[in-house]
T-cell receptor, first 112, second 113 residues
Framework: DSGVTQTPKHLITATGQRVTLRCSPR?????VYWYQQSLDQGLQFLIQ???????AKGNILERFSAQQFPDLHSELNLSSLELGDSALYFC???????????FGPGTRLTVL | GESVGLHLPTLSVQEGDNSIINCAYS??????FIWYKQESGKGPQFIID?????DKRQGQRVTVLLNKTVKHLSLQIAATQPGDSAVYFC????????????FGGGTRLMVKP
C-alpha cells in the first residue's frame, strides 16, 4: 500500500457525460500527478500540481481539467467523454516537486 | 483486471533464477530513472531509482544498471520468486524540466514455480 488513495475504484458511464476522479496523496506529500494508462498508449503523464498550483502539463486533453485543493487532495475532471477515454487513471504523489513518485491503485473508467 | 496491453515482451524465468529486464530510454538529457512494478489490477509500485551520475545502484534483491552511452537501463532481480511476476516499467525524467515521468512500454515477467 503506497498511501495514495483514489476513488472510485471503478466508474462506468456513457459518452458525452462528465465524471470526477478523486485522489488523496500520501501524508506529507505536496505534489500530485495524474497519469492515464490505456492499452494502446501505455502510461502517459497528464498533469502535475504542487501545493495547489499547476506545475507541469503533459498530454492532457482540453476536455480534461484538474485541481488541487488546500487540503492537498486532487480531482481530475473528465467531460464530454468519448469511448477512447476508457482507461485506467492513476494518481501519484511525491514529497517535493522533484522526488520519487508513489502511485495510487487507480480508477478504471469505462465509457459505453 | 489487466492494466496494460496484450503485446508486451515477456520474460519467463524459473523460480530461483536471476532475471534481467532491459529498457532503452529515449532522451539523452534524462537524468533520473525509476523502475516500477505493476501487478494485475494495481498501480505501479516503486522499486528502485538511479540518477545519471551513477551507473549502478543496489537494493534488496534488485540492482539497476545505467549505460548512458547507449541509453540503456536494466533491472536485475536476484533469486526470482513467484511474487515477482508482474509487468515492469522503466521511467525517465529530466529533473530540471519538472517531474513528469516518461514511461517505457513495459516487460511482463513470468516466474515458473
Amino acid at each position: 500500500d503506497s498511501g495514495v488513495t483514489q476513488t472510485p475504484k471503478h466508474l462506468i458511464t456513457a459518452t458525452g457525460q462528465r465524471v470526477t476522479l478523486r485522489c488523496s496523496p500520501r501524508s506529507g506529500d505536496l505534489s500530485v500527478y495524474w497519469y492515464q494508462q490505456s492499452l494502446d498508449q501505455g502510461l502517459q503523464f497528464l498533469i502535475q500540481y504542487y501545493n495547489g498550483e499547476e506545475r507541469a502539463k503533459g498530454n492532457i486533453l482540453e476536455r480534461f481539467s484538474a485541481q488541487q485543493f488546500p487540503d492537498l487532495h486532487s480531482e481530475l475532471n473528465l467531460s464530454s467523454l468519448e469511448l477512447g477515454d476508457s482507461a485506467l487513471y492513476f494518481c501519484a504523489s511525491s514529497v517535493l516537486q522533484i522526488s520519487s513518485q508513489f502511485f495510487g491503485p487507480g480508477t478504471r473508467l469505462t465509457v459505453l | 483486471g489487466e492494466s496494460v496491453g496484450l503485446h508486451l515482451p515477456t520474460l519467463s524465468v524459473q523460480e530461483g533464477d536471476n532475471s534481467i529486464i532491459n529498457c532503452a530510454y529515449s532522451n539523452s538529457a534524462s537524468d533520473y530513472f525509476i523502475w516500477y512494478k505493476q501487478e494485475s489490477g494495481k498501480g505501479p509500485q516503486f522499486i528502485i531509482d538511479i540518477r545519471s551520475n551513477m551507473d549502478k545502484r543496489q537494493g534488496q534483491r534488485v540492482t539497476v544498471l545505467l549505460n548512458k552511452t547507449v541509453k540503456h537501463l536494466s533491472l536485475q532481480i536476484a533469486a526470482t520468486q513467484p511474487g515477482d511476476s508482474a509487468v515492469y516499467f522503466c521511467a525517465e525524467n529530466i529533473l530540471d524540466a519538472g517531474n513528469m515521468l516518461t514511461f517505457g512500454g513495459g516487460t511482463r515477467l513470468m516466474v515458473k514455480p
